[in-house]
């Protein structure tokens, strides 16, 4: 069972920038994506970013697209979501999360039912 903790959310201004990391314990997950999700008050858990273990490939939702990263250190079993450009809609609890399996291209990345492993999760504002 992996085990994630996700740290550096906080409060800023709109236009500024946060870096959130998660750190992957109990065993490796250098087979699987990783991907981040975020939940605002009152509405479901969307697709945020997600990066293939293996190759390093990127994908991200329209509306953060350009201005988030995600990016990974193996070496460190550790995932890194940097937003930059914030705005008032990002705000959220920010959750990342390992894929239940392998890379499948039939799977559907996007989809929250697709993550087998969560962390707690860590609260972003943006104030405007």
């Known amino acids: 069972q992996v085990q994630l903790v996700e740290s550096g959310g906080g409060l800023v201004q709109a236009g500024n920038s946060l870096r959130l990391t998660c750190a992957a314990s109990g065993r490796t997950v250098s087979d699987y994506d990783m991907a981040w999700f975020r939940q605002a008050p009152g509405k479901e858990r969307d697709f945020v970013a997600r990066?293939?273990?293996?190759?390093?490939?990127?994908y991200y939702a329209d509306s953060v697209n350009g201005r988030f990263t995600i990016s990974r250190d193996n070496a460190k079993n550790t995932v890194y979501l940097q937003m930059n450009s914030l705005k008032p809609e990002d705000t959220a609890v920010y959750y990342c999360a390992v894929a239940r399996r392998t890379y499948t291209a039939s799977i559907d990345y996007a989809a929250p039912a697709s993550f087998g492993s969560w962390g707690q999760g860590t609260q972003v504002t943006v104030s405007s």
């Open positions: 990066i293939n273990w293996s190759n390093g490939g990127t």
